[in-house]
């Protein structure tokens, strides 16, 4: 059995102290064999909010995954940084993180990719070199283990490329994203082979708030089974609003009532 925090959204210079220092109890407590941040870990990619976020990912106490989101590129007011090293500061500042986006042990293997754009600020993409990535990362994987892919971009807000379902058909069992600061969880059906089981994290501690509360995901991951609790803010404290559980059967991933 493993167990997966899943935080999104960060947006350190737009985070909400309190709900930083909950989160922060919160994780300690659960202890998770990983933890894994579908970006945005910054408000505007400023030095001192990679400074800030570095830091809290400090305090977690458990191997940190990884991937930038849009707002963690150089901004567009920086139109030569933006074009020529859109990524320079995540790089520099999360270093060692920033390049080792994939994790395996016995029980699952994890892939990040990165579908932020830098010629576009809200879309993603996925790339025929990310197919190549969770090919090259799966070569050695065996059935029992928990296929994970995680990327910024939902499925609502990527663009043409190649879909979800292709994740679908290279075996991926469980897709992280973040990007639309509103929980989601749900099974993805392809047409043609299998599903999997896609997690969407509300922002995790950011005053940025949409439809959701403050929130992040624990997946406990034991395969073929899948169980996804939903922690939300609730003012004071981070508690289960809901918990979705899955399991696989053959190529197809099910919701349990
Ligand atoms: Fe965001
Ligand atoms: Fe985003």
């Known amino acids: 059995m493993r167990l997966i925090a899943h935080l999104s959204d ?6 909400d102290p309190a709900v930083v220092e909950a989160l922060v109890a919160d ?3 659960t202890k998770p064999d990983l933890v894994i941040i579908s970006g945005d870990l910054t408000q505007r990619a400023k030095s ?3 400074a800030e976020a570095r830091a809290f990912l400090e305090r977690l106490g458990a191997p940190v995954l990884v991937v930038p989101g849009n707002h963690d590129l150089a901004p567009f007011y920086r139109p030569l940084k933006r074009l020529l090293a859109p990524r320079a500061k995540f790089e520099k500042h999360l ?3 920033a390049q080792a986006t994939c994790y395996s042990d016995d029980e699952i293997i994890a892939i990040g990719l990165d579908s932020t754009r830098h010629l576009r600020w809200q879309s993603g993409k996925l790339r025929s070199h990310h197919l190549d990535e969770v090919r090259s990362e799966l070569a050695d994987s065996a059935d029992h283990h928990c296929k994970v892919a995680f990327l910024h971009h939902p499925p609502s807000t990527a663009v043409a490329g190649h879909s979800f379902d292709t994740l679908v058909e290279h075996g991926i069992d469980l897709i992280l994203t973040g990007h639309a600061h509103k929980a989601h969880v749900d099974v ?3 047409p043609a ?9 509300s922002t995790a501690c950011s005053t940025r708030l949409r439809q959701d509360a403050n929130g992040f995901a624990l997946i406990q991951v034991d395969f073929p089974r899948l169980s996804v609790n939903i922690r939300g ?3 004071s404290a981070f508690h289960t609003l809901h918990v979705h559980a899955f399991t696989k059967q053959g190529e197809t991933w099910k919701a349990l009532a």
Do not use: D, E, M, Y
């Open 10 to 15: 960060l947006h350190f210079g737009k985070a």
């Open 27 to 29: 994780i300690a407590q």
């Open 48 to 50: 001192h909010q990679f």
């Open 95 to 97: 270093p060692g993180l």
């Open 188 to 190: 993805i059906n392809t």
């Open 193 to 201: 082979h299998g599903s999997c089981v896609l997690v969407q994290a």
């Open 233 to 235: 803010w609730n003012g």
